[in-house]
C-alpha cells in the first residue's frame, strides 16, 4: 500500500479503523503478537473517552437492521486516568500512530482531555467525537457550525498535536461544520458518525434498545455517507477521513474519489476482524486498475 502523509504523520497506507469498533486489546489477546505482526490498520483510532468513567447505556445495547445495525453502547470507558494508567500503554505498542477519541459535555472537559491526553509522546493525533450534547448549551456541538468553532478555538491553544473533529451526519449542514471546523484551526476532519435510528421490540412496541434511540452504521448508511464525504470534500481544504459502511476496496475507492485522504472500517470489523488488510489490499488493486487517485500524492 503506497505511504501518505496525514496531517504531518507518516502512515503507510489509508486505512484506519472507525473509533470504538475494534478492540485492539482484546484483539492482541485473542491473537497474539501475530495481530501486531499483521495490524489491520495503518494507524489506530481509539475508542472515545471521557473524563470520568462511564457505565454505558442499559442492554439491550444492539440491533440488527437490514445492512447494518443500530448499536446504544453509550460510551462506556476508564475515563482519563483509567485510559492513561492502563490503556494507553497497551496501545503504544501497536505497530501504527495512535489517535485517541475524546468526548466531553463542556468546552471545558474536552479542554482537560486534549491537554492531558496531547502531553503523551505516544498519541499522534486527537479526535473530537463532538456527536453529544453540550450540558451549557443543550445544543449537540457538533450539529451547530458556531458551536463547533467555539469548542475547537478553545482547545487549539490546548495541543500542538493535529485535531481531527469527526463530524455528526445528523446535523442540518455538514459542509458548514466542517468549514467552521477548519476556520477555527482544525488540521482534518472525519465523517459520519453513526446516523440516529430507532428500533421497537417486535413483542411490546416498546424502544428495544436501553438508550431507547441508538446509533445506524454499516452499508445501509453508505449511500449517505458517501454524499456526505464528497460535500464535505468539496467545502474545506483540510484532509477529510470518510467513512460509514465501507466493507471492500471498491467502497474505499469510491470515498478516496468522493475526496477522502484516508478512510475508516467501523461495522464490518465485526463481521471480519481482518476487514482492514483485507480492504487495503483490495484498494490497492483497484487504484493499479481503476485510476483511483493516488492518495501518496494528495494534498493533505
Ligand atoms: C459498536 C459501535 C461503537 C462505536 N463507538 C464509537 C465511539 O466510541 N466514538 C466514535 O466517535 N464513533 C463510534 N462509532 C462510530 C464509528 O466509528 C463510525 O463512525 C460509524 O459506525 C460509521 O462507520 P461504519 O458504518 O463503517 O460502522 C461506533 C460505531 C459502532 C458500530
Do not use: Y
Amino acid at each position: 500500500m503506497t505511504p501518505l502523509e496525514l496531517c504531518g504523520i507518516s502512515l503507510r497506507g489509508p486505512v484506519l479503523n472507525g473509533s470504538g469498533t475494534f478492540d485492539a486489546r482484546a484483539a492482541h489477546r485473542a491473537f497474539g503478537d501475530a495481530l501486531l505482526e499483521r495490524f489491520p490498520f495503518d494507524a489506530f483510532v481509539s475508542k472515545t473517552i471521557t473524563l470520568e468513567p462511564r457505565q454505558g447505556n442499559p442492554p439491550p445495547r444492539l440491533w440488527e437492521t437490514p445492512a447494518g445495525m443500530i448499536n446504544s453502547i453509550g460510551l462506556p470507558n476508564k475515563g482519563l486516568e483509567g485510559f492513561l494508567a492502563s490503556d494507553l500503554p497497551e496501545l503504544a505498542r501497536l505497530p501504527v500512530p495512535l489517535i485517541v477519541s475524546v468526548m466531553g459535555f463542556s468546552r471545558e472537559e474536552l479542554a482537560q482531555l486534549v491537554c492531558a491526553v496531547g502531553e503523551h509522546d505516544e498519541v499522534s493525533m486527537l479526535e473530537l467525537n463532538v456527536s453529544c450534547p453540550n450540558v451549557e448549551t443543550g445544543l449537540i456541538m457538533g450539529a451547530d457550525p458556531a458551536e463547533t468553532a467555539l469548542a475547537v478555538e478553545r482547545l487549539r491553544s490546548e495541543t500542538a498535536k493535529p485535531l481531527v473533529v469527526k463530524l455528526t451526519p445528523n446535523a442540518t449542514d455538514p459542509g458548514a461544520v466542517a468549514a467552521a471546523a477548519e476556520a477555527a484551526g482544525a488540521d482534518a476532519v472525519s465523517l459520519v458518525n453513526t446516523l440516529k435510528g430507532m428500533a421497537l421490540n417486535p413483542q411490546t412496541g416498546e424502544p428495544w434498545l436501553g438508550g431507547r434511540t441508538g446509533g445506524v452504521s454499516g452499508p445501509a448508511i453508505r449511500a449517505i455517507a458517501l454524499e456526505q464525504v464528497a460535500t464535505v470534500a468539496a467545502r474545506v481544504g483540510i484532509p477529510v477521513i470518510g467513512m460509514g459502511g465501507i466493507a471492500s476496496g471498491r467502497d474505499a475507492a469510491d470515498f478516496i474519489a468522493a475526496g477522502a485522504s484516508a478512510v475508516a472500517i467501523g461495522t464490518e470489523n465485526f463481521r471480519d476482524p481482518a476487514a482492514g488488510r483485507r480492504i487495503a489490499a483490495e484498494l490497492a488493486e483497484l487504484s493499479l486498475t481503476r485510476g483511483t487517485r493516488d492518495t501518496s500524492s494528495m494534498p493533505v
